[in-house]
Nanobody, 122 residues
Framework: QVQLVESGGGLVQAGGSLRLSCAASGRTLSRYAMAWFRQAPGKEREFVCGISWTGGSTIYADSAKGRFTISRDNAKNTVYLQMNSLKPDDTAVYYC???????????????WGQGTQVTVSS
C-alpha cells in the first residue's frame, strides 16, 4: 500500500506560481510512476503531467506544457509540481497518483492522494 499526501495548494493571482508536493509513505515511491491530475468544479478529473519511476521521462498535457514542471526526489519519497504563469483556468483540486507506468487515464492509477485546492484569481 502507498499513502499519498499532497500539500502546497492555495490562492494565487494570475501570473503567479505555486509548488505542490506529494509525499508518500508505506512503500518507496521509486517503485512507481507518478502523475498529477486535477478536477475543476463540474468537470471530469483530467491528466496534467506524469513522470517515470526513474524521473527520466515526463509527459505533459497541452494545458501544462511550458508552464508546469513535474519532478521527483526518490530519496525523499516526494513528487513535485512546479506551476508557473498560473491562469484562472488552472483553478482545481490537484491530485497526485501512483501506478506502474505513466498513464493519462484515471482508472490506471492504483493510489491517490486526497487532493489540494489551487485557486487562481484574475
Amino acid at each position: 500500500q502507498v499513502q499519498l499526501v499532497e500539500s502546497g495548494g492555495g490562492l494565487v493571482q494570475a501570473g503567479g506560481s505555486l509548488r505542490l508536493s506529494c509525499a508518500a509513505s508505506g512503500r518507496t515511491l521509486s517503485r512507481y510512476a507518478m502523475a498529477w491530475f486535477r478536477q475543476a468544479p463540474g468537470k471530469e478529473r483530467e491528466f496534467v503531467c506524469g513522470i517515470s519511476w526513474t524521473g527520466g521521462s515526463t509527459i505533459y498535457a497541452d494545458s501544462a506544457k511550458g508552464r508546469f514542471t513535474i519532478s521527483r526526489d526518490n530519496a525523499k519519497n516526494t513528487v513535485y509540481l512546479q506551476m508557473n504563469s498560473l491562469k484562472p483556468d488552472d483553478t482545481a483540486v490537484y491530485y497526485c497518483a501512483a501506478s506502474t507506468a505513466v498513464w493519462t487515464i484515471t482508472h490506471r492509477y492504483n493510489y491517490w492522494g486526497q487532493g489540494t485546492q489551487v485557486t487562481v484569481s484574475s
